[in-house]
């Protein structure tokens, strides 16, 4: 009733009347266009997609700042990868470009309920321009794969999280204890703000299980497929 009634406000929003897999129903703000266009945006690695995880402000903004005016005065918002460079928003630089796990853990949960909807059948390129056909639950794990990456270590054995922090990458008495960091480095991975964070920061352990569900049971059952068992996380290297 209220849909025919108010056409107007929901030409431009997904039909919410189309059925998806299992005859799932989805409320959301994009339709298929629309969404194939900001996954487009955010899958690009020269934008959103860095090499761990989506940052909170595309790098494009390095050399495109965003200007604007008020009451006279001129401000920029440019893309930082660390920390904040200036004192706006208090110097709070979450929004300014690092990678930060909130954000990301919501891009994720989208993703797999977007999958649980349309499936197999929409797939994206990821990074965008590869060629490397995903669909959605691909591209969250994907996103997962990038982030868990912050932690382990690379084939040199230092770990993006320690940056050049030469006694955190080298020590043995400190190169195996992982700290979580508030946010990271959006260019490199290394861990940048409050330390210890074991809130947000601690659900990489989750995306570790992620890494390992069954596509096709969440398909079918939702997100509660998600692995609970602690048996699946074996072969992960520390």
């Not at 056409?7 to 994009?30: D, S, T």
């Not at 300014?96 to 499936?119: C, D, E, K, S, T």
């Not at 992982?178 to 480095?185: N, S, T, V």
């Not at 390992?212 to 520390?238: C, F, M, N, R, Y």
Request: proline residues 5%; contains cysteine; glycine residues 10%.
């Amino acid at each position: 009733m209220f849909l025919r009634k108010y056409e107007e406000l929901v030409v431009n929003i997904h039909p919410f009347e189309k059925r998806g897999v299992g005859g799932r129903q989805l409320l959301a703000v994009c339709g298929e266009q629309k969404l194939r266009k900001i996954l487009t945006r955010m899958l690009d690695e020269s934008r959103f997609l860095s090499p761990h995880g989506i940052r909170s402000l595309s790098c494009w903004h390095l050399d495109h700042p965003y200007e604007f005016d008020v009451s006279g005065n001129r401000y920029v918002v440019q893309y930082w990868p660390a920390e904040s460079q200036n004192g706006m928003f208090g110097g709070n630089s979450n929004w300014r470009g690092p990678v930060w796990f909130p954000i990301n853990l919501l891009i994720i949960r989208a993703l797999i309920q977007l999958y649980m909807y349309y499936g197999e059948s929409f797939k994206v390129d990821c990074p965008t321009g590869s060629g490397n056909q995903m669909n959605l639950f691909q591209v969250a794990q994907e996103i997962c794969r990038r982030l868990v990456s912050i932690f382990l270590r690379r084939p040199d054995g230092t770990r993006p999280v320690y940056g050049g922090i030469r006694k955190f990458q080298t020590d043995p008495y400190w190169r195996d204890l992982i700290l979580y960091y508030e946010y990271f480095h959006g260019d490199n991975g290394a861990g940048l703000g409050a330390s210890h964070q074991t809130g947000w920061t601690g659900t990489v352990a989750r995306l570790v299980q992620l890494l390992h569900a069954d596509a096709a049971k969440v398909l079918e059952a939702g997100i509660q497929a998600v692995a609970h068992d602690p048996s699946q996380l074996t072969g992960i290297e520390s």
